[in-house]
């Protein structure tokens, strides 16, 4: 007689299938348990390997020349220095000295000077020569700043030159002395007092020569030819109080150093810079 296969119970048929699931997860798990508890030969290694190092523990210096770009009745080109010490690859501290070689007029002073009467109706208003005669002129500029260079890496030209770079940023005191066009007659803007009850010609003008201190902030970037020469460039704005015209400002009808206001003198400068030693460290 043939017997007929009774059919598995319900339950007994999910626990074949629940085994059946687990043993197929632990076969597929164990093997990628194993390789990600396996360590790559690359963990904790650099981005980049034997890099040149091209700022870290390196001085620096150059020269160059430079202009101001905003002045109001002059603009000076200068003569440039520069030096520095790259503490890290992206940290450095520096300084410059910015020269006057020449002051040349620029066009908004000549449009007031020739606008100007020579006997004016006014006590206030100047003579052209009056005018001219405290207008200030820069001498030297002087700086020092703390660098941090956020960006660097390779650039090219037209795919065949090619050469490294550095983007850094800036800030510290800077230091501008300046100097009206001609002092003679001119009393000095610190404690002028009027010249009497009346008003004179010559309250409204002061001698506002001297130093400035204020501060000194700005961009740079260097170009390297090779790894001991490159190309700097730095636009740098001195923000200091001066009275550009040396004149009353304010309207209390004397001018004196309450007249002073901050202004921001920008500077574009371009040096030739020399990193020492000629050879720079490669990193591991």
């Known amino acids: 007689m043939l017997m007929t296969a009774q059919p598995k119970p319900l339950a007994a048929r999910r626990l074949s299938r629940f085994f059946a699931v687990l043993v197929a ?20 290694s650099p981005a980049i390997r034997k890099r040149f190092e091209l700022r870290s ?60 009467d020579q ?38 030209l037209f795919g065949k030159l090619f050469a490294n770079y550095d983007t850094y940023i800036f800030a510290g005191p800077g230091f501008m002395n300046v100097s009206a066009t001609n002092k003679a007659g001119l009393a000095p803007c610190s404690g002028h007092a009027p010249a ?15 130093m400035k201190i204020g501060g000194n902030f700005g961009i740079g970037l260097h170009s390297f030819f090779n790894n001991w020469l490159a190309l ?14 040396g004149r009353d400002v304010n309207g209390d009808k004397i001018a004196d150093a309450h007249d002073d206001v901050w202004t921001s003198t920008f500077l574009l400068t371009a040096n030739l810079t020399f990193f020492l030693p000629a050879t720079p460290s490669i990193s591991p």
Not at 197 to 210: E, I, K, L, Y
Not at 232 to 245: F, K, S, Y
Request: charged share 15%; glycine share 8%; proline share 5%.
């Open 232 to 245: 700097n460039v730095e636009l740098r704005d001195i923000l200091a109080q001066i009275n550009p015209a």
């Open 25 to 44: 997860v632990a076969i597929t798990s164990v093997p990628l348990l194993a390789h990600a508890q396996r360590k790559s030969p690359l963990a904790d």
């Open 196 to 210: 009497g009850n009346t008003p004179q010609a010559s309250d409204f003008q002061c001698d506002d020569s001297g």
């Open 119 to 156: 006997s004016p109706a006014l006590v206030r208003e100047p003579t052209a020569a009056a005018a001219e005669s405290s207008m200030l002129k820069i001498n030297y500029i002087l700086g020092l700043q703390l660098e941090a260079t956020p960006f660097s890496g390779k650039y090219s």
């Open 57 to 116: 523990i390196r001085f620096e210096i150059g020269a160059g020349a430079g202009s101001t770009i905003n002045q109001d009745f002059y603009h000076s080109v200068l003569i440039n220095v520069r030096a520095g010490f790259h503490i890290t690859d992206w940290l450095s501290l520096g300084g410059f000295g910015s020269f006057a070689a020449a002051n040349l007029s620029t066009g908004f002073r000549d449009k007031v000077v020739n606008s100007l």
